[in-house]
């Protein structure tokens, strides 16, 4: 990465931090200058506005996921480790970018429309590699049959808004967390043999 490079990701993660504490409205381009430790102008030679800053945030936040999740899928996971690594993903930027987190989230409409549609796309190619993992699971009998994207929907419910509510310092760490709640829609709150294993599809 090159020093040009470097400074650009500082910039945007202490400006995920500052939206992340006071709102996106109420932060201006004078307070993340001070915050980076730069003159204005210099501000401006790398980012021409806030809304390039709230870009940089939002490709960054869902680029990983996407990396991440497709290199999984071109080593041949199964689907459950799929599932894991995805909801895996997601509580650990929770941990290492949580002010991106909250402003990924909850920033989203304030992009301009070009913006905004470009990071929609790839929001929802995330969310089809995440369904193409249920489908697949459902398929094989690993996991029942129920409706993919109701599960899809449901895993992205649990992990998308935990932020609310989980803290990096809550005494369980990201991954021990993310496995908790994996088990939780791999295996449901029924007790018996219906809590051991995911019951075989139906036969077609």
């Known amino acids: 990465m090159s020093a040009a490079d470097a400074r650009r990701t500082r910039i945007i993660d202490l400006a995920a931090e500052l939206f992340d504490q006071h709102g996106y409205a109420k932060v201006s381009m004078e307070q993340i200058a001070v915050a980076a430790g730069v003159a204005k102008p210099t501000l401006y030679h790398y980012f021409r506005g806030k809304d390039q800053i709230l870009r940089g945030i ?17 080593l041949g996971l199964a689907p459950a480790d799929l599932l894991l690594g995805a909801m895996t993903d997601i509580f650990g930027l929770m941990e ?4 991106h987190v909250r402003v990924f989230f909850e920033h989203h409409r304030e992009l301009p429309p070009a ?3 470009q990071i929609r796309t790839k929001r929802n190619r995330y969310q089809l590699l ?4 249920l489908a697949e699971g459902i398929d094989s009998g690993q996991f029942r049959a129920v409706d993919p994207d109701t599960a899809t929907l449901a895993v992205f419910g649990m992990c998308n808004w935990a932020y609310q509510w989980w803290r990096p310092n ?3 760490g990201s991954a021990h967390t993310a496995q908790k709640m994996w088990d939780l829609v791999l295996r449901g709150l029924l007790a018996g ?3 051991r294993s995911p019951a075989p599809a ?3």
């Open 96 to 99: 290492t970018r949580r002010g």
């Open 193 to 195: 043999p219906d809590s």
């Open 170 to 172: 809550s005494g369980a």
């Open 130 to 133: 995440v369904r193409e993992a």
């Open 202 to 204: 139906p036969a077609q």
């Open 115 to 117: 913006v905004r549609e």
């Open 58 to 74: 939002h490709e960054s936040f869902i680029d990983v996921l996407l990396e991440q999740q497709e290199e999984r899928r071109r």
